[in-house]
T-cell receptor, first 113, second 110 residues
Framework: NAGVTQTPKFRILKIGQSMTLQCTQD?????MYWYRQDPGMGLKLIYY???????DKGEVPNGYNVSRSTTEDFPLRLELAAPSQTSVYFC????????????FGPGTRLTVT | KQEVTQIPAALSVPEGENLVLNCSFT??????LQWFRQDPGKGLTSLLL?????REQTSGRLNASLDKSSGRSTLYIAASQPGDSATYLC?????????FGAGTRLTVKP
């Protein structure tokens, strides 16, 4: 099993551009999450999903959108990129609400200039 | 709003020492508390998860405790090794709202 995979690993965007960060998991997990991590900080939840077709906002959703059309995929869309969105983005998944052990992808390092 | 704090921000110890990392949280109505390890430039690896009804969890040389009433969790690492060098993060879960501390950067010197 590959676990949680994310693409791309690195990306540089110009202000105002858009992009989609891809996240795929092959563990048949119902729960998936997007976090951002700024330098020297902990992670902040952007969006999460409890199953295909269901998404909800986390702590810092502004400037982002998500969709969950399949169990495996949970893409994160950035519209009109801003320098404040420069960060490392992590996708995670978990399969059981009571145990809730989250499995993380390797991250996408995004720079907006 | 849940706030999670980790002290110290950085810790350097000689190999073989036992050590304790601290995590405090402001809202005791948590579902669980997790400890993670993060290596430089990498994602997070889950170390231990303590559910709200539990007091502690153990895995090998790691032991995590939870005291909801005081809003504290500790991660105890026994007989530290250079391979334990990493950043350790704790996270408190309040019903799908996971809040992370900023982490403790641990360096274990040979």
């Amino acid at each position: 099993n590959a676990g949680v995979t994310q693409t791309p690993k690195f990306r540089i965007l110009k202000i105002g551009q858009s992009m989609t960060l891809q996240c795929t998991q092959d563990m048949n997990h119902n729960y998936m999450y997007w976090y951002r991590q700024d330098p020297g900080m902990g992670l902040k939840l952007i969006y999460y999903s409890v199953g295909a077709g269901i998404t909800d906002k986390g702590e810092v959703p502004n400037g982002y959108n998500v969709s969950r059309s399949t169990t495996e995929d949970f893409p994160l869309r950035l519209e009109l990129a801003a320098p404040s969105q420069t960060s490392v983005y992590f996708c995670a998944s978990s399969d059981d609400r009571s145990s809730y052990e989250q499995y993380f992808g390797p991250g996408t390092r995004l720079t907006v200039t | 709003k849940q706030e999670v704090t980790q002290i110290p921000a950085a810790l350097s110890v000689p190999e073989g020492e036992n050590l304790v990392l601290n995590c405090s949280f402001t809202d005791s109505a948590i579902y669980n508390l997790q400890w993670f390890r993060q290596d430089p430039g990498k994602g997070l690896t889950s170390l231990l998860l303590i559910q709200s009804s539990q007091r502690e969890q153990t895995s090998g040389r790691l032991n995590a405790s939870l005291d909801k009433s005081s809003g504290r969790s500790t991660l105890y690492i026994a007989a530290s090794q250079p391979g334990d060098s990493a950043t350790y993060l704790c996270a408190a879960d309040n019903n799908n709202d996971m809040r992370f501390g900023a982490g403790t950067r641990l360096t274990v010197k040979p």
